[in-house]
DNA sequence: TTGAAAGCGCTACCAA
DNA sequence: TTGGTAGCGCTTTCAA
């Protein structure tokens, strides 16, 4: 069944595989499968092989699906295995098939509710594939070289990346790789996101139907793609219908700063009756201060409406106006997406856009 | 400097640690290092110690912290790794060392605000000691039981709980384990918690301090250890000092469920004047109930006080009075605790608690 | 200080 | 269908 080899200068033999090491006297033993015997905590496939009394390869098969095997052989195998407590090394196992099933995903803001739900729902649809999160923060760059090292040396199956900033550095590590809410400025990687531009039209036609007076957009971080998007899909749809004049004014996507930028915007113009912002968590900051801060009332004086259509704005307090982002869909799509790269051939890079849906709540008059 | 092999049967050399093969003319060619033999996609030691003409193992070593080499050996190989582009593999590495630097975080709900500022603080923090995050989440049994399997498969180096079920299952896995903001009942398993039945006597104080008439407790999950002991702390407290009615309610931890439950609250008793819910969301929950659904004040008619404080619940909608978690000593102290337990030696389970704060706002008059 | 070689626990190939 | 065996890319002795 296995092969021992002797080793002169111990006095010892080995088991072919060699796991165990049997001083000479205790060969007789070894074919009882002694428990004794076995004292590591942690059990391989060579600790169910010799119990089940098979090779170490069909223990290996077992834990394959779709191998070809007897029943009654799979059946012996999985019960010395489950009698043993044994659990297939999935590092091993990565290393031998260069597939680790471990997905990194990039994020750079954690705390905000768009991204926790992203990333449960990731998590959770790529558990349904066997495959598990390993989770990366990056916010400054300085941690983002660090991520991006570590995320290579961990030979991770596919990366999502929800981050702005060095995107061609990882597009440069040569895994499979997918930008989510974001897409590449040369489009020469695959995204999955929002219409942000046509979203932003809708936007504006809601507002122009509505007959606001004095219109403010409120950005988030200047150059990153969603506001960049956003916020020309809404100019361009005011223009059309014959808005010219629109007030600008940019955060950084935090409540704080929806917050702190709705008191910049007053300074600028104090007559805004009407505020669409880059996300919910900036809304929700500018209904704030408008309520508190300006005492002003929302959607009376002021309609605010937001974007992604977080948890919070369905809150009765806000019950923010918001583009709706198709979560879900998206994020079947992106692994989809992922797995055609992972899976092989040269896939050509292409940008997925889904439709935002204004919902209208009470925030909006 | 390399030794090489000759397989027969093949006709071929190989390198001693065998990575390429080459045929028996192009034997000449290796010294020159010429790079178009090099074809693989991903480097590995073997590339670079070809690259600087040093061993592998000293390619090994120039990654390794705190190994002795000399400075010029170090340099060229660091040089040499540049130029190619190298990252050590860290599931070989994880393999042989048996160590993955990999810490495995198992949360139920990403949704929650404070889990998920959680789960970023734990990244941020494991990141200083080069170390990644594998999440995991499991809200049902079914998906628990495959969580285990997973984690045990991935070999961690740690996990952290957040989970109040099937506990002892992961204990049993032999892993380095620490419960947070959470504990065992039977104390078998080291846990860092804030301390619920203290925190809850410092709302039971302030509640009798503020002679409110009709209290009421609003747990989470009836059998979790959090609501457990804020209830006790909190029910205690009100009858030593000699409140001996309190209305009780429960919820799931959710904002819907404290939505809901406010409304069977006052179904029950419609006098309630404060009420202490065991999380911040429900709180939030219970305000917006209470002022949208009762068109009661808060707090003129009802005060409200959480638990957690989330960012949230600073919000001015809200202004909620609620105590304070010292989340980030928390977090530090759970890593201490796991690291100990990585370390070696058996560690007898502790669990560390941590005071509670009342932070006074506006949503208790 | 450096190099050679063993082997971590698996998968996958080949032979029987 | 089953078993033997060669590595996956590293770390870690042991020798030089």
Redesign the pocket.
């Known amino acids: 069944?296995?092969?021992y080899t002797y080793n002169k200068s111990k006095g010892e033999f080995?088991l072919?595989?060699?796991?165990y090491v049997f001083k000479k006297g205790w060969i007789a033993t070894m074919d009882n499968s002694n428990k004794k015997d076995i004292k590591k905590s942690?059990v391989?496939?060579?600790d169910v092989a010799r119990h089940a009394k098979?090779?170490?390869?069909?223990v290996?098969?077992a834990?394959?699906p779709d191998s070809?095997?007897?029943d009654?052989?799979r059946t012996k195998i999985l019960k010395a295995a489950h009698e043993l407590g044994?659990t297939?090394?999935a590092i091993?196992?990565g290393?031998?098939?260069?597939k680790t099933n471990i997905i990194g995903v990039v994020m750079d803001n954690p705390a905000n509710p768009f991204y926790s739900l992203m990333l449960g729902e990731f998590t959770e649809k790529l558990k349904e594939s066997g495959r598990q999160t390993l989770l990366f923060n990056a916010a400054t760059d300085a941690e983002l070289e660090h991520v991006i090292r570590a995320i290579s040396g961990y030979r991770v199956d596919g990366i999502i990346l929800t981050i702005p900033n060095r995107i061609s550095e990882f597009n440069a590590l040569g895994i499979p790789l997918v930008l989510f809410n974001r897409r590449d400025f040369d489009e020469k990687i695959s995204a999955v996101c929002c219409d942000n531009v046509q979203s932003g039209r809708l936007v504006a036609d809601y507002v122009v139907d509505r007959k606001y007076k004095e219109i403010a957009f409120m950005g988030g971080l200047a150059d990153s793609s969603t506001t960049i998007d956003r916020r020309k899909g809404f100019a361009d749809g005011l223009k059309e219908r014959g808005v010219g004049k629109l007030t600008e004014i940019n955060g950084d996507y935090t409540f704080q700063s929806g917050y702190d930028a709705t008191r910049r915007l007053y300074e600028k113009n104090k007559n805004i009756d009407a505020i669409f912002c880059a996300n919910d968590l900036m809304a929700i900051g500018a209904i704030e201060y408008i309520k508190f801060g300006l005492k002003k009332r929302v959607p009376e004086d002021v309609s605010v409406i937001g974007f992604d259509d977080i948890t919070e704005a369905s809150w009765p307090s806000f019950d923010l106006t918001t583009i709706h982002q198709p979560i879900k869909r998206m994020i079947t799509e992106t692994i989809r997406v992922l797995d055609d790269q992972i899976k092989g051939e040269e896939v050509k890079p292409t940008i997925n856009y889904y439709n935002g849906e204004l919902v209208i709540r009470k925030s909006t008059k």
Chains 1, 2 share one sequence.
């Open positions: 069944m296995n092969t080995f072919s595989q060699n796991e942690i391989t496939s060579v098979v090779s170490q390869a069909s290996s098969r834990f394959t070809s095997m007897s009654k052989m044994y297939p090394n091993a196992r290393l031998i098939s260069q």
